[in-house]
């Protein structure tokens, strides 16, 4: 159990550009699970994944945000035509199916739109 | 909808003090209830959770007990050290919407030697 992953850590981008983060559960975990946390809030949910199929999306999240899960392994959230209210920490989190109220999550991905 | 208010931080403390954190929160099921630590350039981690009423959640000498009555999940700690500077969330999760967590705006705590 390596844990969630998130990739990249890092990402700086001038407004108008393109972003893709990456996420990788922990293997088995049928769960997956995106939020966004702005500075000095707590996250807020986007969307979330059971195995490959994509079940909700938050109301809050703009057309611009997709997300995909395919083969039920890692995910991708792409931001498309990014503005600098985008500028947030991304996080991923995974949770079995059984145990769904216990969720573990990754290191985040911070974005930076400049 | 379901929410979740903690108190306002930042908490500061002198090591070895004791520690309170308020937690209330409003749901219309019944929701597991967390406390989650985020350290200094570090991502969430679970710190303790309860799942029903009346249960206590306990990690790293913190506790905190679900109280259906006043609807609350206050953090303690009965001595705390340096080392437990973070940010503190509660949250909550419910199976009416889909355990999505509903989180608290965070405290910061900084405990001073």
């Known amino acids: 159990d390596t844990g969630v992953s998130q990739n990249p850590r890092h990402k700086i981008t001038k407004r108008g550009q393109n972003v893709t983060f990456r996420c990788d559960p922990i293997?088995?975990?049928?769960?997956l699970y995106w939020y966004r946390q702005t500075l000095g809030q707590g996250p807020e949910f986007l969307t979330y994944?059971?195995?490959?199929?994509?079940?909700?999306k938050s109301r809050l999240l703009s057309d611009r945000f997709s997300a995909e899960r395919p083969k039920g392994s890692f995910s991708t959230l792409e931001i498309q035509r990014t503005e600098q209210g985008d500028s947030a920490m991304y996080l991923c989190?995974?949770?079995?199916?059984?145990?769904?109220?216990?969720?573990?999550f990754g290191p985040g991905t911070r974005l930076t739109v400049l | 909808g379901d929410s979740v208010t903690q108190m306002e931080g930042p908490v500061t403390l002198s090591e070895e003090a004791f520690l309170t954190i308020n937690c209330t929160y409003t749901?219309?099921?019944?929701?597991?209830l967390f406390w989650y630590v985020q350290y200094p350039g570090e991502g969430l981690q679970l710190l303790l959770k309860?799942?029903?009423a009346d249960d206590k959640g306990s990690n790293k000498g913190f506790e905190a007990t679900y109280r259906k009555e006043t609807t609350s999940f206050h953090l303690e700690k009965g001595s705390v050290q340096v080392s437990d500077s973070a940010v503190y969330f509660c949250?909550?999760?419910?199976?009416?919407?889909?355990?999505?967590?509903?989180w608290g705006a965070g405290t910061k705590l900084i405990i001073k030697p």
């Open positions: 309860a799942t029903k």
């Open positions: 994944f059971q195995n490959e199929a994509q079940l909700e």
């Open positions: 949250a909550l999760s419910d199976e009416n919407s889909n355990y999505q967590l509903i």
């Open positions: 749901a219309t099921g019944y929701p597991s």
């Open positions: 293997s088995e975990h049928n769960r």
């Open positions: 989190a995974s949770s079995y199916l059984s145990r769904a109220d216990t969720q573990y």
